[in-house]
């Protein structure tokens, strides 16, 4: 028996709203759109909104202290958080949509 595949989305933040606050507000809304299995966000400790604004889409967000942010160690974090996906599409919060 198939099934369909369970495609979760993971994107790591730090002050995206101070640094890219229209294209990260942009590509929240297309994320609300699609049907991804989970949407994971892994926030660097920001101080601005940014947890919040996603919580607001009602996507999952887990804050981890800046100092422990590592690109390759931030990722596995999030491969073992999203461990029931069988596809994991990787963002970042300055993605660029072109329409």
């Known amino acids: 028996m198939?099934?369909?595949a369970r495609?979760?989305?993971f994107i790591p933040t730090f002050n995206a709203l101070n640094q890219c606050r229209d294209s990260f507000i942009h590509t929240l809304?297309?994320?609300a759109k699609?049907?991804?299995?989970?949407?994971l966000v892994i926030d660097s400790s920001s101080t601005d909104d940014t947890v919040n604004v996603v919580k607001s889409y009602g996507f999952e967000c887990r804050v981890i202290?800046?100092?422990?942010?590592d690109h390759g160690g931030?990722?596995?974090?999030?491969?073992?958080?999203?461990?029931?996906?069988?596809?994991?599409?990787?963002?970042?919060?300055?993605?660029?949509w072109l329409e």
Do not use: C, G, W
Request: glycine letters at 0%.
């Open 65 to 69: 202290p800046a100092k422990e942010f």
């Open 74 to 96: 931030t990722r596995q974090l999030a491969v073992k958080i999203l461990a029931n996906s069988d596809i994991i599409v990787y963002l970042t919060q300055d993605v660029l």
């Open 7 to 9: 495609v979760s989305l």
């Open 2 to 4: 198939s099934h369909l």
């Open 34 to 39: 699609a049907k991804f299995h989970q949407v």
């Open 29 to 31: 809304d297309t994320i």
